[in-house]
T-cell receptor
Framework: QKEVEQNSGPLSVPEGAIASLNCTYS??????FFWYRQYSGKSPELIMF????GDKEDGRFTAQLNKASQYVSLLIRDSQPSDSATYLC?????????FGTGTSLTVIP | GAVVSQHPSWVICKSGTSVKIECRSL??????MFWYRQFPKQSLMLMAT?????????EQGVEKDKFLINHASLTLSTLTVTSAHPEDSSFYIC??????????????FGNGTRLTVT
């Protein structure tokens, strides 16, 4: 499987702060990029996706994509304790989805 | 929104037996479904791509004779773990994409099946 890399963390931020999650991928042919959130023992939930270079905002979440650097990130503004979870980066390569190892985020009240 | 239903949620079986897991798209048709496996504190590993009306395609290192996949209709795919052994104990998750969506549309996940082989 093509490589999708994430810092496993754990990442801790205080409530109200900005959490920054990063992901790099090896396949330059990757077409689209997704961020999922996974709570322990549960299946992943889609947060947002991005196809084009630049930023995409959805509420408190902003995805950033830089295809030249093969880098995608997720910013969470005004972090809440309920945001504490593992965040998975997924990359669409030839219509298959490959996942990174995930970053564990803890938001401290 | 798109809903994927997966059953059972959990199953305990004895070593050497087979277990079937069902994955259904409830409100959309899925030409393709994907089966993932997740071990504790690890990421989702793609096992195979299930194609309606044709053979599944397996990722490297996944035994097709051990993990049988059937995608008989546009709303149902099944994964059968044959002759299960304790090392097959894992969290199995299916996912699907709406057939009418763009090829870049996101995956929708079932709730997963936790398999424990004793």
């Amino acid at each position: 499987q093509k490589e999708v890399e994430q810092n496993s963390g754990p990442l801790s931020v205080p409530e109200g702060a900005i959490a920054s999650l990063n992901c790099t991928y090896s396949d330059r042919g990757s077409q689209s990029f997704f961020w999922y959130r996974q709570y322990s023992g549960k299946s992943p939930e889609l947060i947002m996706f991005i196809y084009s270079n630049g930023d995409k905002e959805d509420g408190r979440f902003t995805a950033q994509l830089n295809k030249a650097s093969q880098y995608v990130s997720l910013l969470i503004r005004d972090s809440q304790p309920s945001d504490s979870a593992t965040y998975l980066c997924a990359v669409n390569q030839m219509s298959k989805f490959y996942f990174g190892t995930g970053t564990s985020l803890t938001v401290i009240p | 929104g798109a809903v994927v239903s997966q059953h059972p949620s959990w199953v305990i079986c004895k070593s050497g037996t087979s277990v079937k897991i069902e994955c259904r798209s409830l409100d959309f048709q899925a030409t393709t479904m994907f089966w993932y496996r997740q071990f504790p504190k690890q990421s989702l590993m793609l096992m195979a791509t299930s194609n309606e009306g044709s053979k599944a395609t397996y990722e490297q290192g996944v035994e097709k004779d051990k993990f049988l996949i059937n995608h008989a209709s546009l709303t149902l795919s099944t994964l059968t773990v044959t002759s299960a052994h304790p090392e097959d104990s894992s969290f199995y998750i299916c996912s699907a994409r709406d057939r009418v969506g763009a090829s870049n549309s996101p995956l929708h996940f079932g709730n997963g099946t936790r398999l424990t082989v004793t």
